[in-house]
């Protein structure tokens, strides 16, 4: 049971509101419910969803060097904010044959603020690296 109900019970039982009173504010805390692809969850339910999220960066190299890099979504979104995600990108390709220019910076951002999930971007270096960005 959510904070808001229990904390609304509490009121009722402790008679600081009426049985009428508490029924309107339980239908008001149904009603705070957000559509998200098609999924109905409390605001609340969608926040902690998000903040979940974490954009991945994995490289592996025909010689063996795997790097996996992983974002929490929130941080990227303030490095877009402040301008700083080409370093991030950067320091996470600089020991592979990738070059963050290989990479729409904008199409990530894009990706990110709609909510996507899922491969972003998927490349094969002649040199035989394998590049793969996502995010889940």
Do not use: W
């Not at 957000?34 to 969803?49: A, N």
């Not at 020991?95 to 972003?120: H, K, M, P, R, Y």
Request: hydrophobic share 40%; with cysteine.
């Amino acid at each position: 049971m959510s904070e808001e109900r229990m904390k609304i019970l509490e009121m009722l039982s402790q008679g600081i509101i009426t049985v009428s009173e508490a029924n309107e504010l339980l239908r008001t805390v149904d009603e705070k419910k957000v559509e998200v692809k098609g999924v109905k969850m409390t605001e609340g339910q969608y926040l902690k969803s998000e903040a979940e999220k974490c954009l991945h960066i994995e490289v592996n190299s025909a010689e063996g060097d795997n790097i996996n890099v992983t974002l929490p979504v929130p941080l990227i979104k303030t490095a877009a904010k402040l301008g700083n995600i080409q370093g991030i990108l950067d320091k996470s390709l600089s020991e592979s044959s990738f070059t963050s220019d290989a990479i729409d910076v904008d199409l990530i951002i894009q990706c990110i603020e709609s909510g996507a999930n899922g491969e972003i971007v998927s490349m094969n270096s002649k040199d035989g690296d394998c590049m793969r960005i996502y995010i889940k």
